[in-house]
């Protein structure tokens, strides 16, 4: 009957048997030493199941059966172990092919696992999991501090920061106390902390490489090198600490990490002395390890960089705080995609319209890049430009729609636009393909809104529809992108009927008839992600209505007639004295006498008066005529001209906004 054993890449070398007492030490392999430590080789590798290509590397770590031969020289026992080519025996030749393919293996399986990360540390970690045990006992990678980005010029000294160490577990106990380091060669691995991650026990974080030095020579060097090289026992305190003792022999390899521009870091790779010492073929292993691991980093700190300008770039195109209009509350959240380089085009906005009104506007730009990012950035600018033309909800996004076919044949976008009138407790609403909102009312239940669903912006030739919705007070209007209600775990009706049901069991949390806080509220809708749900990035934008009451609102239509300045200042006062605001008489008096008298000069119809008391008390003018106001220094001799500067010295704030039936002249005063 053949037996079979197993070899491995690289097999530990196990060190001579250690008798109880103090007597001589034999040279008798123990099997069950070796049988144990394979374990703990085959422990600390990953399942080969767990990623493409593992099995390789677990392979040439763990070894396979081969029939039974006589036994091989160790792996590590040096060129001369191995004999001459022209001279090696045919079993010989055959032990130093298959090592080699052995080789070949671990180093296509660990540069695969390198590869797969996408950021810094896990391309660290792969370098790690990849080399011990199946390489090397430990392993210590530094990379510099700061990584310098792409073509950047690094500035200041050359600092290098221990980043990962890794070590077997089971070498993590010292050598016993009676044992002589000198018989068998032991030296203590600098990794005895029990956190792979963090720094080794006696071993410097961070390094500065002098100029000139034994280790800038190394590192300038770029190829590996051995542990017993003159330069590389000079440069290894400074990596490992000058309290380290200094493995003998071949057992330490210092291999630079040289990126696309300049050496970025460095790795130390150790083996312990009852494991064969590195061979000259392990040089090339280590250049490929170190080779892969430093273009990985460099792509990793390049890739990071470039997701961090996207996220900024769309932050930065979202409000940094939402405005407090008059009669609503507003609260929002933005979360990105799980994955932070998926920068998607969603944004919100609130943007504060005439008559104390304010346009709510939630968007979703189709794909996940820059290019979706600086879209949306756009389409946002135009979304506000429309509003501040107080254009009609489906007119706005009919100019959307131009803008996106300007923007490219294939920019497309969906788009929820709102505008809500706290004195008419109304509002209008105008959707392009977008999901429908959800309303919370005062008592409790919540519903999804009927609006039609309209097509994508972008696509051209397509009429969108406006209808005009109840708006109560103490009601919350919801408007969020299909990130919140779609994953690849549920489809967007699944999503929305759920999104219903949170809130309708949020507000039984509270009291009856009384809305939940909107922040909280906010916090509450998100939990309705679970694991895995975050494949798009999400926009939420909540609105509570809380309306401004009849009885704070004064509103008058005035034919352009040359006495209507007066009618105007006698209806102003009359509203002052119901308010009991009569300090503000005087001011509210000559501030409307010149505004409407601007308007009565030029307009054909009736002009509009409206005073609104608040926080403040706002005077809005409206007329037929387009033209919007200028305010400009009156000479002398100019009979008019002085109206606006009265106005622009004497209110807190005024404007004009540009109607689709004319224009209004607004100004505020601060309440006594």
């Not at 070899?7 to 040279?27: F, H, I, K, L, N």
């Not at 696992?113 to 950021?119: F, M, Q, T």
């Not at 709102?418 to 392009?432: S, W």
């Amino acid at each position: 009957m053949e037996t079979q054993r197993v070899t491995e890449y690289p097999t530990p070398r196990q060190s001579a048997a250690r008798p109880t007492g103090g007597g001589a030490r034999t040279a008798a392999p123990a099997p069950e030493r070796t049988a144990g430590r394979a374990d703990a080789a085959h422990a600390a590798l990953p399942d080969p199941r767990d990623e493409p290509g593992a099995s390789d590397l677990a392979a040439a770590a763990a070894g396979r059966s081969r029939p039974a031969e006589p036994e091989p020289a160790d792996l590590g026992a040096g060129p001369a172990a191995a004999g001459h080519p022209g001279t090696e025996e045919p079993d010989e030749r055959a032990e130093r092919e298959r090592r080699g393919g052995d080789r070949l293996r671990f180093v296509g399986a660990a540069t695969r696992r390198i590869a797969r990360g996408v950021d810094l540390d896990e391309t660290v970690l792969g370098l790690c999991r990849a080399s011990v045990p199946a390489f090397s006992d430990a392993i210590l990678v530094y990379l510099r501090d700061p990584l310098p980005v792409g073509d950047e010029r690094p500035t200041g000294p050359f600092l290098l920061r221990l980043r990962r160490t890794d070590r077997l577990p089971d070498y993590a106990a010292p050598a016993s106390a009676d044992a002589d380091p000198s018989d068998t060669g032991e030296f203590p691995l600098p990794l005895l902390n029990t956190v792979p991650e963090g720094a080794a026990s006696g071993t410097p974080e961070l390094i500065e490489v002098r100029g000139g030095g034994p280790l800038a020579e190394v590192l300038r060097g770029v190829r590996p090198v051995f542990g017993d090289a003159p330069t590389v026992r000079e440069a290894l305190p400074e990596l490992l600490g000058p309290a380290r003792e200094i493995p003998a022999g071949r057992r330490a390899i210092l291999a630079p990490l040289r990126g696309r521009r300049r050496v970025i870091g460095a790795a130390v790779f150790l083996r312990r002395a009852d494991r064969a010492a590195f061979e000259g073929d392990d040089l090339l292993v280590a250049a490929q390890l170190a080779t892969h691991t430093a273009l990985g980093v460099d792509k990793a700190v390049l890739y990071g960089r470039e997701a961090y300008i996207a996220d900024e770039l769309q932050r930065t195109m979202l409000p940094d705080e939402l405005p407090q209009p008059t009669g609503v509350t507003l609260a929002s959240r933005y979360l990105p995609a799980a994955e932070t380089a998926r920068v998607g085009g969603d944004w919100y906005d609130a943007i504060p319209l005439p008559g104390g009104r304010v346009a709510l506007v939630v968007g979703d730009v189709m794909g996940h890049s820059m290019t979706s990012a600086a879209i949306m950035g756009q389409l946002r600018t135009t979304a506000q430009t429309l509003a501040g033309l107080d254009l009609p909800p489906q007119e706005v996004l009919h100019h959307l729609d131009e803008q996106a076919q300007r923007l490219g044949s294939d920019r497309m976008a969906t788009c929820l636009y709102a505008v809500y009138d706290p004195v008419a407790h109304r509002i209008v609403v105008a959707n392009a393909g977008h999901p429908p909102p959800v309303m919370l009312h005062r008592d409790g239940h919540a519903e999804v809104l009927r609006v039609p669903a309209g097509a994508p912006i972008g696509v051209g030739g397509v009429d969108f529809e406006a209808v005009e919705l109840d708006a109560p007070a103490g009601a919350t209007l919801l408007l969020y992108t299909d990130g919140l209600v779609e994953s690849r775990h549920r489809d967007v009706w699944t999503g929305i009927e759920q999104l219903r049901e949170k809130l309708t069991d949020t507000a039984g949390l509270t009291r009856p008839d009384t809305p939940p806080p909107l922040e909280p509220l906010c916090d509450e809708v998100l939990d309705i992600l679970g694991p895995g749900d975050r494949d798009d990035d999400i926009a939420l934008l909540a609105a509570r209505f809380d309306g401004i009451p009849p009885s704070d609102v004064a509103y008058w239509y005035l034919d352009p007639r040359a006495q209507t300045a007066r009618q105007a200042r006698r209806l102003a006062r009359r509203a002052l004295e119901r308010w009991e605001l009569q300090e503000l008489s005087d001011s509210v008096e000559l501030l409307v006498s010149e505004v409407v008298t601007n308007a009565v000069r030029y307009a054909e119809r009736p002009i509009t008066l409206r005073l609104l008391r608040t926080d403040t008390l706002r005077c809005e003018v409206g007329d037929d005529v387009p033209q919007l106001p200028r305010l400009r220094q009156a000479r002398a001799t100019d009979e008019g001209g002085r109206g606006l500067y009265l106005v622009n010295r004497l209110a807190r704030r005024w404007g004009a906004t540009r109607l689709s039936t004319g224009k209004v002249v607004w100004f505020e005063l601060p309440m006594p």
